[in-house]
């Protein structure tokens, strides 16, 4: 079943550009308390070390629709298949000294399940309430009556961001980016 997440149609649209992340690169992640799939209460901006933080609109589950039109939305289809590919290259994240968090407004309860059906090696944690989205006034959507977070990627330093990846397209590509830009440094 987790096979039908993974296939991205060909004809997905692609994100475009809009500016909604340029005021992100150099700014401190502010201290903000989520909950995490280990069960823990996670403050991002008290992490020492370089950090990945992928931030994605939500997760499909076996047996659950996704949202209208989901296909049609640029950079919304993708999450399951970028979760997998950032689990692949984890071991290789870890040998570039850096934590992985995935970050989604979906609760922990549904994330959790998800790391448990793809065997995640790191913690995805839950901005259900906006507070980390609103504080970094980052992008977002509505469908279905869900506000969700567009796709992005942010490298951040010590509690600083470094880089910032907006939009991302294809999903299950950013990871090579990602690690690119990581070796590079």
Known sequence: MTEH????????PEPQDDGACNHLKGKEIPSV??????????DLSQIKGRLVLY???LTGKPGVSLPS??????GARGCTAQACSIRDHFQELQKL?????????????????????????????SDSNLAL???LNLPLFEVDSMTLIKRLTLIVQDGIIEKV?????????????????LSAK
């Open 5 to 12: 997440f993974l296939e991205l149609p060909d004809d997905l």
């Open 33 to 42: 308390t989520l909950h995490s799939t280990t069960g823990e209460s996670v």
């Open 55 to 57: 931030f994605y609109p």
């Open 69 to 74: 039109g989901w296909n049609d939305i640029p």
């Open 97 to 125: 000294n850096t934590k992985v968090f995935g970050v989604s407004t979906q609760r922990t309860e549904y994330q959790k399940e998800l790391t448990e059906r793809l065997h995640l090696p790191y913690q995805l944690v």
């Open 133 to 135: 989205s609103n504080a």
């Open 165 to 181: 990846f907006y939009p991302v397209f294809p999903p299950d590509k950013n990871i090579d980016e990602v690690v690119e830009w």
